[in-house]
């Protein structure tokens, strides 16, 4: 992932979660994993207007990650908001948790739109957000569901999607 990208992807992470609106059901399906990283969209959240869809993005690393104050975090839970037929998002807010689900840092402030290159993460979750295109099929209802999917994942060394 580009650094710039993955700095502000990260970044607009921490913004995210914190104001979004309460729903019923979630329906959390992963968008992309590697042996460090998996990366959710909670599908049942995803709203569209005009060329532009907001959605919510689970982040769980196998290991803690550093915000700009060296504070580690293990999760994120982020707003993002794409342009769907500019390849660009920004961040709208993102919060991050340590392994406890203690929260971290919160960010409620829209980032800039920043381009998003094909095949990266970002890529991966514009096609998930503005057309509904996972690679994976199974449907995890809450955040812990889908943080235990991760867990367990990376706990036995499946090798990187």
Same mark, same amino acid.
């Given at each position: ?24 059901? @979630?329906? &959390? ?18 709203? /569209?207007?005009?060329? %532009?869809? %907001?959605? &919510?993005?689970?982040?769980? !690393?196998? /290991?803690? /990650? ?25 961040? #709208?807010?993102?919060? %991050? ?20 290159? @094909?095949? %990266?993460?970002?890529? /991966? #979750? ?15 209802? @809450? ?5 235990? !999917?991760?867990?367990?994942? !990376? ?7």
């Amino acid at each position: 992932m580009d650094r710039r990208f993955e700095c502000a992807f990260y970044a607009a992470l921490v913004v995210a979660f914190i104001g979004g609106p309460a729903r019923a059901q @979630s329906a &959390w399906r992963e968008v992309l994993g590697s042996a460090e990283t998996m990366a959710f969209v909670d599908k049942a959240r995803v709203t /569209h207007v005009s060329d %532009t869809a %907001t959605g &919510w993005v689970l982040i769980n !690393f196998t /290991h803690p /990650h550093r915000n700009n104050d060296s504070t580690p975090f293990i999760y994120s839970l982020a707003q993002l908001e794409f342009n769907c037929t500019g390849s660009r998002v920004r961040t #709208l807010s993102v919060t %991050t948790y340590d392994d406890t689900n203690v929260v971290v840092l919160a960010i409620d402030k829209p980032s800039i739109y920043s381009p998003i290159t @094909s095949g %990266t993460y970002g890529g /991966h #979750l514009l096609r998930a957000v503005c057309f509904n295109a996972f690679l994976y099929t199974p449907v995890y209802d @809450s955040v812990a569901a889908a943080r235990n !999917f991760a867990s367990s994942a !990376f706990k036995s060394n499946a090798p990187p999607r």
